[in-house]
């Protein structure tokens, strides 16, 4: 397993953009598929975003998809979640998430697919 951190996240405006960081510690960082998740109060944790080991494919929550990108530096053993136009609706706590796999499946969408979380950064988003 992998030791995940996030940093990036804070108090914003609505349209801003903030960049997510998740720094990662372990030798298999780069064979792991990653993913971004966020929970907001009362609500279950829902999947934003996906990338594979390599980088190669990428998945996305329809309800970012367009104003997300996630990538990843396997030099640095950190991925990153990219959140332009942000809204009120964005507000969460977001997670990343690792598993130690060359796959890229549809069910990389479920949380239960991830052995690996961090603790979470908090993103609050005012109108």
């Known amino acids: 397993q992998v030791q995940l951190v996030e940093s990036g996240g804070g108090l914003v405006q609505a349209g801003v953009s903030l960049r997510l960081s998740c720094a990662a510690s372990?030798?298999?960082?780069?064979?792991?598929?990653m993913g971004w998740f966020r929970q907001a109060p009362g609500k279950e944790r829902e999947f934003v975003a996906f990338?594979?080991?390599?980088?190669?494919?990428?998945y996305y929550a329809d309800s970012v998809k367009g104003r997300g990108t996630i990538s990843r530096d396997n030099a640095k053993n950190t991925v990153y979640l990219q959140m332009n136009s942000l809204k009120p609706e964005d507000t969460a706590v977001y997670y990343c998430?690792?598993?130690?796999?060359?796959?890229?499946?549809?069910?990389?969408?479920?949380?239960?697919?991830?052995?690996?979380w961090g603790q979470g950064t908090q993103v609050t988003v005012s109108s």
């Open positions: 990338i594979s080991w390599n980088g190669g494919t990428t």
């Open positions: 372990g030798r298999t960082f780069s064979s792991c598929a």
């Open positions: 998430a690792a598993r130690e796999t060359r796959r890229s499946d549809a069910v990389a969408r479920q949380p239960a697919w991830y052995d690996s």
